[in-house]
Protein backbone atom coordinates (compact mmCIF):
# COMPACT_ATOMS: atom_id res chain seq x y z
CA UNK A 1 0.00 0.00 0.00
CA UNK A 2 2.84 2.40 0.34
CA UNK A 3 3.85 2.42 -3.14
CA UNK A 4 0.26 2.77 -4.06
CA UNK A 5 0.42 5.81 -1.64
CA UNK A 6 3.29 7.19 -3.27
CA UNK A 7 1.93 7.18 -6.80
CA UNK A 8 -0.58 9.25 -5.85
CA UNK A 9 0.00 13.17 -7.38
CA UNK A 10 -0.01 15.84 -5.20
CA UNK A 11 -3.02 17.22 -6.94
CA UNK A 12 -4.81 13.99 -5.91
CA UNK A 13 -6.82 13.39 -2.03
CA UNK A 14 -6.83 10.29 -3.00
CA UNK A 15 -6.14 7.02 -5.19
CA UNK A 16 -9.47 6.77 -6.63
CA UNK A 17 -10.02 10.16 -7.38
CA UNK A 18 -6.55 10.07 -9.48
CA UNK A 19 -7.98 7.22 -10.71
CA UNK A 20 -11.17 8.30 -11.73
CA UNK A 21 -9.90 11.15 -13.33
CA UNK A 22 -7.19 9.03 -15.91
CA UNK A 23 -10.26 7.53 -16.97
CA UNK A 24 -12.15 10.76 -17.55
CA UNK A 25 -9.11 12.11 -19.28
CA UNK A 26 -8.52 9.22 -21.60
CA UNK A 27 -12.51 8.82 -22.04
CA UNK A 28 -12.37 12.74 -23.31
CA UNK A 29 -9.56 11.63 -25.73
CA UNK A 30 -11.20 8.80 -27.02
CA UNK A 31 -14.20 10.71 -27.65
CA UNK A 32 -11.82 13.31 -30.21
CA UNK A 33 -10.41 10.25 -31.56
CA UNK A 34 -13.87 9.12 -32.68
CA UNK A 35 -14.96 12.32 -34.04
CA UNK A 36 -11.65 12.46 -35.95
CA UNK A 37 -11.72 8.82 -37.56
CA UNK A 38 -15.54 9.15 -37.93
CA UNK A 39 -15.05 12.05 -40.65
CA UNK A 40 -12.46 10.63 -42.24
CA UNK A 41 -14.91 7.25 -42.84
CA UNK A 42 -17.86 9.11 -43.81
CA UNK A 43 -16.00 11.02 -45.98
CA UNK A 44 -14.98 7.60 -47.74
CA UNK A 45 -18.08 6.50 -47.69
CA UNK A 46 -20.01 9.62 -49.27
CA UNK A 47 -17.42 9.63 -51.93
CA UNK A 48 -17.76 5.55 -52.35
CA UNK A 49 -21.26 6.01 -52.87
CA UNK A 50 -20.70 9.17 -55.58
CA UNK A 51 -18.10 6.77 -57.43
CA UNK A 52 -18.79 3.37 -56.30
CA UNK A 53 -17.37 1.69 -59.94
CA UNK A 54 -14.46 3.24 -59.49
CA UNK A 55 -14.03 2.69 -55.85
CA UNK A 56 -14.95 -0.90 -56.24
CA UNK A 57 -12.46 -1.54 -58.97
CA UNK A 58 -9.63 0.39 -56.58
CA UNK A 59 -10.64 -1.37 -53.67
CA UNK A 60 -10.58 -4.69 -55.29
CA UNK A 61 -7.41 -4.05 -55.85
CA UNK A 62 -6.17 -4.35 -52.24
CA UNK A 63 -4.42 -7.60 -50.67
CA UNK A 64 -6.97 -9.20 -48.72
CA UNK A 65 -4.26 -11.57 -46.93
CA UNK A 66 -2.52 -8.75 -45.82
CA UNK A 67 -5.82 -7.12 -44.41
CA UNK A 68 -7.02 -10.71 -43.28
CA UNK A 69 -3.44 -11.45 -41.54
CA UNK A 70 -3.34 -8.20 -40.25
CA UNK A 71 -6.90 -8.25 -38.81
CA UNK A 72 -6.02 -11.52 -37.10
CA UNK A 73 -2.80 -10.26 -35.44
CA UNK A 74 -4.39 -7.11 -34.25
CA UNK A 75 -7.12 -9.33 -32.46
CA UNK A 76 -4.93 -11.24 -30.93
CA UNK A 77 -2.85 -8.56 -29.41
CA UNK A 78 -5.95 -7.06 -27.82
CA UNK A 79 -6.15 -10.81 -26.47
CA UNK A 80 -2.39 -10.44 -24.67
CA UNK A 81 -3.65 -6.64 -23.98
CA UNK A 82 -6.48 -8.18 -22.01
CA UNK A 83 -4.05 -10.73 -20.52
CA UNK A 84 -1.41 -7.70 -19.60
CA UNK A 85 -4.51 -5.92 -17.43
CA UNK A 86 -5.20 -8.66 -15.60
CA UNK A 87 -1.89 -9.82 -14.86
CA UNK A 88 -1.54 -6.30 -13.35
CA UNK A 89 -4.57 -6.62 -11.70
CA UNK A 90 -3.41 -9.89 -9.92
CA UNK A 91 -0.28 -8.89 -9.15
CA UNK A 92 1.59 -11.23 -11.22
CA UNK A 93 4.59 -9.53 -12.35
CA UNK A 94 6.17 -11.69 -14.93
CA UNK A 95 2.97 -12.45 -16.58
CA UNK A 96 2.45 -8.50 -17.09
CA UNK A 97 5.64 -8.09 -18.59
CA UNK A 98 5.84 -10.72 -21.19
CA UNK A 99 2.20 -10.18 -21.94
CA UNK A 100 2.89 -6.86 -22.50
CA UNK A 101 6.59 -7.51 -24.69
CA UNK A 102 4.20 -10.23 -26.99
CA UNK A 103 1.70 -7.22 -27.23
CA UNK A 104 4.73 -5.09 -28.62
CA UNK A 105 6.03 -8.02 -30.63
CA UNK A 106 2.86 -8.36 -32.43
CA UNK A 107 1.81 -4.50 -33.27
CA UNK A 108 5.48 -4.58 -35.00
CA UNK A 109 4.18 -7.94 -36.95
CA UNK A 110 0.91 -5.67 -38.06
CA UNK A 111 3.30 -2.71 -38.96
CA UNK A 112 5.93 -5.15 -41.07
CA UNK A 113 2.85 -6.47 -42.87
CA UNK A 114 1.42 -2.96 -43.38
CA UNK A 115 4.67 -2.25 -44.78
CA UNK A 116 5.34 -4.58 -47.32
CA UNK A 117 1.79 -3.90 -48.56
CA UNK A 118 2.55 -0.10 -48.62
CA UNK A 119 5.82 -1.59 -50.57
CA UNK A 120 3.56 -3.31 -52.85
CA UNK A 121 1.60 -0.34 -53.68
CA UNK A 122 4.57 1.74 -54.67
CA UNK A 123 5.69 -1.19 -57.16
CA UNK A 124 2.21 -1.59 -58.73
CA UNK A 125 1.91 2.65 -59.06
CA UNK A 126 -0.59 3.18 -56.79
CA UNK A 127 0.49 5.69 -54.89
CA UNK A 128 -1.31 9.09 -55.54
CA UNK A 129 0.80 11.48 -57.80
CA UNK A 130 1.34 11.45 -61.60
CA UNK A 131 2.79 8.30 -61.54
CA UNK A 132 -0.25 6.44 -60.57
CA UNK A 133 -2.21 3.70 -62.80
CA UNK A 134 -5.25 1.97 -62.15
CA UNK A 135 -6.46 1.13 -65.13
CA UNK A 136 -11.35 1.31 -65.63
CA UNK A 137 -10.90 3.35 -62.53
CA UNK A 138 -11.31 6.95 -63.34
CA UNK A 139 -11.51 8.26 -59.54
CA UNK A 140 -9.38 5.07 -58.54
CA UNK A 141 -6.45 7.54 -57.33
CA UNK A 142 -9.37 9.35 -54.83
CA UNK A 143 -10.07 5.74 -53.27
CA UNK A 144 -6.05 5.18 -52.73
CA UNK A 145 -6.15 8.97 -51.20
CA UNK A 146 -8.56 7.79 -48.75
CA UNK A 147 -7.09 4.37 -48.29
CA UNK A 148 -3.49 5.81 -47.12
CA UNK A 149 -4.88 8.32 -45.76
CA UNK A 150 -6.70 5.97 -42.65
CA UNK A 151 -4.64 2.74 -42.81
CA UNK A 152 -1.77 6.02 -42.53
CA UNK A 153 -3.48 7.30 -39.48
CA UNK A 154 -4.20 3.89 -38.01
CA UNK A 155 -0.51 3.47 -38.26
CA UNK A 156 0.86 6.35 -36.79
CA UNK A 157 -1.44 5.41 -34.12
CA UNK A 158 0.33 2.20 -33.81
CA UNK A 159 3.08 2.91 -33.42
CA UNK A 160 2.26 6.01 -30.59
CA UNK A 161 0.88 2.35 -28.72
CA UNK A 162 4.03 0.54 -29.27
CA UNK A 163 5.60 3.50 -27.73
CA UNK A 164 3.12 3.10 -25.02
CA UNK A 165 3.08 0.11 -24.31
CA UNK A 166 6.82 -0.30 -24.19
CA UNK A 167 7.09 2.38 -21.45
CA UNK A 168 4.56 0.02 -19.56
CA UNK A 169 6.91 -2.84 -19.89
CA UNK A 170 9.58 -0.46 -18.88
CA UNK A 171 7.92 0.44 -15.47
CA UNK A 172 6.66 -3.29 -15.03
CA UNK A 173 9.87 -4.51 -15.08
CA UNK A 174 10.76 -2.49 -12.45
CA UNK A 175 7.48 -3.51 -10.41
CA UNK A 176 6.33 -0.02 -10.35
CA UNK A 177 2.67 -1.56 -10.82
CA UNK A 178 1.00 -3.85 -8.05
CA UNK A 179 -2.82 -4.72 -7.34
CA UNK A 180 -3.43 -1.55 -5.91
CA UNK A 181 -1.68 0.48 -8.84
CA UNK A 182 -2.09 -0.37 -12.12
CA UNK A 183 -3.92 2.42 -13.78
CA UNK A 184 -1.58 3.41 -16.66
CA UNK A 185 -1.29 -0.22 -17.74
CA UNK A 186 -5.34 -0.34 -17.48
CA UNK A 187 -5.43 3.28 -19.39
CA UNK A 188 -2.70 1.72 -21.87
CA UNK A 189 -4.83 -1.01 -22.76
CA UNK A 190 -8.29 1.14 -23.00
CA UNK A 191 -5.96 3.00 -26.15
CA UNK A 192 -4.89 -0.40 -27.25
CA UNK A 193 -8.55 -1.64 -27.78
CA UNK A 194 -9.68 1.57 -29.57
CA UNK A 195 -6.65 1.09 -32.01
CA UNK A 196 -7.75 -2.64 -32.65
CA UNK A 197 -11.20 -1.21 -33.30
CA UNK A 198 -10.43 1.24 -35.34
CA UNK A 199 -9.06 -1.23 -37.56
CA UNK A 200 -12.01 -3.73 -37.24
CA UNK A 201 -13.84 -0.48 -39.04
CA UNK A 202 -11.09 -0.30 -41.67
CA UNK A 203 -10.90 -3.81 -42.47
CA UNK A 204 -14.32 -4.21 -44.40
CA UNK A 205 -14.42 -1.08 -45.52
CA UNK A 206 -11.29 -1.31 -47.68
CA UNK A 207 -10.91 -4.70 -47.95
CA UNK A 208 -14.53 -7.12 -48.13
CA UNK A 209 -16.98 -4.57 -48.93
CA UNK A 210 -18.10 -5.13 -52.70
CA UNK A 211 -15.29 -7.65 -52.95
CA UNK A 212 -16.35 -9.93 -55.50
CA UNK A 213 -19.55 -9.09 -57.75
Do not use: C
Not at 12 to 31: K, N
Not at 35 to 53: A, C, Q, S
Not at 128 to 136: I, T
Request: charged share 10%; hydrophobic share 50%.
Amino acid sequence: MAEATNAIAEQFDSSEQQHESAWLGLWAFLATEVLFFGGVFLGYIVYRHVYYESFVLASRTTNLVYGTVNTAVLLTSSLTMALAVHAAQVGKNKNLVRFLILTILLAITFMGVKGVEYYEHYKDHQIPGPSFVLKGAPEGELFYYFYFTMTGLHALHVVIGIGLLSVMALLAARRRFNPAYYTPVELSGLYWHFVDIVWIFLYPLIYLISRHS
